[in-house]
Each structure stands twice: as structure tokens, then as C-alpha cells.
């Protein structure tokens, strides 16, 4: 596609239910980046993927969290038993190098809210 | 410990006037991306820096990699230029750390009529 889309834009769901979060990248960038804002945060890097595997899963915030990305492109993000703290923006951004030499791209966001 | 710092947090000015932006990190990087933050809007990159000065339109970005300090400055400022500017580094790589980028906490522009 022309952009990063993430879907969808916007979920609440109940404190405890499992949720997933989509981010579909732009066709061809090998690099795919999860980021979360919190509300008065700032961006917090969670999990890079080059190809389907993810070198780097130091920023996923507890074991409630992971994702994986299949076939080079689709990367869903899974929260499981969320809690009211999970509530934030989730970015996703993909880059054509595993460096980001050529700059990123960010989709338009989830907005994830636990009530 | 990598960190990346903004300043101002906040910043208000009138329609036309020169703005800078600053940002400083702690150890070596291999970029520095400038982004745009609309309020409800999504990310947009600026600028992805290694070294020297980019200019696109009114905005101008420089790094000077020996003082590990970058700055964003917008020219003729208007208020569609109100935003959250975020500076974000990709840390030179330490055994296998974090690929991906550290932000600063951002920059709030206002800029009045």
C-alpha cells in the first residue's frame, strides 16, 4: 500500500480481555517497528522485526505482550489479561533497511483504552 | 545510559517569528530523525540526519556529531506549524541493543496568529 496501516484506529475493551492490534507495512520494507505513547509520554520503542524475526524483543513491557509478523509483511501485536496501564497509542512504522537508513514511515496509530 | 533530550518542552510564539528546537543525546548514534506530531494526527518524519544540515522548505535540521546535539529550526513560523516535534536517535548498536529508535519527549509549538 501507499502508507503503514494500522487497524484499528481506535479499541477499548474491558480490563482482562486479550486484544490485537494490526500493522500492515508499506510493500517491501523488511523492517517492522512497534512504538507505544502513553498519555503525557513520550514514544517507547517495543519490538523490531526484520523479515518474520524478531531480533529485538527487549522493550515488551511484560509477558502479557507479543507479537510476530508473517510471510515478511502483516505484524499483529497481541496484549493478553489487559490492564488499565496498557491504555496508549500503539504506533507501528517500518523502514525498506534493517538500520532505518532510509527513514521510517509510521502508520496513523491504535488508540488502545482498558476501562 | 542512552537517553535523548528536548528543549523547550513548550513553546508559544507569534506568527512569523524564528523557532529553534533542541535536542542532545548521550553516546554515539547513527541517525537523528526529526518528526511532526498534529494533535489526533499521526507521525510524520522531517528529517533523518547523520551529519551537516537538511533543509526542506521552512525547516532546517543540523547535527553537530562532537557535541551530540541536533537542531530544528522553522523560518517564517505560521500556525499550521503548531505540532509536537519529537527528536529520535538510533543508538550506534552495543551488543545487540534495542534496533529500534529513542525518543525525546517532544516539543509542544504553538504558534499564535
Known amino acids: 500500500g501507499a502508507g503503514v496501516s494500522q487497524s484499528p484506529s481506535n479499541k477499548v475493551t474491558e480490563k482482562g480481555k486479550d486484544v490485537e492490534l494490526r500493522c500492515d507495512p508499506i510493500s517491501g520494507h523488511t523492517a517492522l517497528y512497534w512504538y507505544r505513547q502513553s498519555l503525557g509520554q513520550g514514544l517507547e520503542f517495543l519490538i523490531y522485526?526484520?523479515?518474520?524475526?524478531?531480533?529485538?524483543k527487549s522493550g515488551l513491557p511484560s509477558d502479557r505482550f507479543s507479537a510476530e509478523r508473517t510471510g515478511g509483511s502483516v505484524s499483529t501485536l497481541t496484549i493478553q489479561r489487559t490492564q488499565q496501564e496498557d491504555s496508549a497509542v500503539y504506533l507501528c512504522?517500518?523502514?525498506?533497511?534493517?538500520?532505518?537508513?532510509?527513514?521510517?514511515?509510521f502508520g496513523s496509530g491504535t488508540r488502545l483504552t482498558v476501562v | 545510559k542512552n537517553e535523548v533530550e528536548q528543549s523547550p518542552q513548550n513553546l508559544t510564539a507569534q506568527e512569523g517569528e524564528f523557532i529553534t528546537i533542541n535536542c542532545s543525546y548521550s553516546?554515539?548514534?547513527?541517525?537523528l530523525h526529526w518528526l511532526q506530531q498534529h494533535p489526533g494526527g499521526g507521525i510524520v518524519s522531517l528529517f533523518m540526519l547523520s551529519s551537516g544540515k537538511k533543509k526542506h522548505g521552512r525547516l532546517i535540521a543540523t547535527i553537530n556529531i562532537q557535541e551530540k546535539h541536533s537542531s530544528l529550526h522553522i523560518t517564517a513560523s505560521h500556525p499550521r506549524d503548531s505540532a509536537v516535534y519529537i527528536c529520535a536517535v538510533r543508538f550506534l548498536l552495543s551488543g545487540g541493543g534495542a534496533d529500534g529508535l529513542t525518543f525525546g519527549k517532544g516539543t509542544h509549538l504553538i504558534i499564535q496568529p
Open positions: 512504522a517500518s523502514s525498506p533497511s534493517p538500520a532505518g537508513g532510509y527513514g521510517y514511515t
Open positions: 522485526f526484520q523479515g518474520n524475526s524478531a531480533p529485538d
Open positions: 553516546v554515539g548514534i547513527s541517525a
